[in-house]
């Protein structure tokens, strides 16, 4: 059961264009949303989130873009840079018993590569 | 280096091994979490720890798998009887108490069964 589903596995871009990295959740219960970037060897690192009672954040060339009725979110990159490929992944929480919690759930991430 | 330390980075183990797998967290941060990725996949959830305290082990195996975060030292993530599927990286990642907010990841224990 795939609550946060990332369709595309790859994704090709040249330098300066935008990139478009979209996830869909189906979890109802979500109300954070995050996205984290990956490179080979490493662990995840965190690159922006938003809160549910949110529709858009911002940060440098980084926005994050949220449609709750559509349980659709985006990440866009922009102007995209050869160094930006990396995996990406959109992760999910929930509060539950009246609290927050940092159980994130994560996509399958998408590769992106950045073409000089 | 302040951020979540892992070790070992690799470990090889053959069937019927144990592994063991540590953490320790980032100053501070009191609250483990340890993922899953197997090839090819995203992370999976496996348990959320706080010292001396199992909080949530819904993504545990039943059996097999344990964790710990004792009073002193680092968290621990051990794989009795290991079988070739077992093979991933295993991360783990820190928070401070509780809130909606990002984890801090560690660069992973890459396991191997042969």
């Known amino acids: 059961d795939q609550q946060v589903k990332q369709n595309s596995p790859s994704l090709s871009v040249q330098e300066g264009r935008i990139s478009i990295l979209n996830c869909d959740y189906t979890?109802?219960?979500?109300?954070?949303f995050l996205w984290y970037k990956k490179y080979p060897a490493e662990g995840p690192t965190f690159l922006i989130s938003?809160?549910?009672i949110k529709d858009k954040n911002e940060d440098g060339r980084f926005t994050v873009f949220l449609n709750k009725s559509a349980k659709h979110l985006s990440l866009h990159i922009v102007p995209s840079q050869p160094g930006d490929s990396a995996v990406y992944f959109c992760?999910?929480?929930?509060?539950w018993g009246g609290g927050a919690t940092n159980k994130l759930i994560f996509g399958t991430g998408t590769l992106l590569a950045v073409q000089p | 280096n302040a951020g979540v330390m892992q070790n070992p980075r690799h470990l090889v183990r053959r069937r019927g091994q144990e592994a063991r797998l540590r953490c320790s967290p980032m100053?501070?941060?009191?609250?483990v979490y340890w993922y899953r990725q197997l090839p090819e996949e995203g992370l999976k959830f496996m348990v959320y720890?706080?010292?001396?305290?199992?909080?949530?082990e819904s993504g545990m195996p039943k059996e097999r798998f344990s964790a710990e975060f004792p009073k002193e030292g680092p968290s621990i993530l051990r794989i009795q009887q290991v079988v070739r599927g077992d093979s991933a990286a295993y991360f783990c990642?820190?928070?401070?108490?509780?809130?909606?907010?990002?984890?801090?990841f560690g660069e992973g224990s890459r396991l191997t069964v042969l």
């Open positions: 990642a820190s928070s401070p108490p509780p809130r909606t907010g990002e984890l801090f």
């Open positions: 100053k501070g941060h009191s609250h």
């Open positions: 720890l706080q010292k001396e305290n199992i909080i949530d």
């Open positions: 979890n109802s219960m979500f109300d954070y």
């Open positions: 938003i809160s549910s």
């Open positions: 992760a999910a929480s929930e509060t």
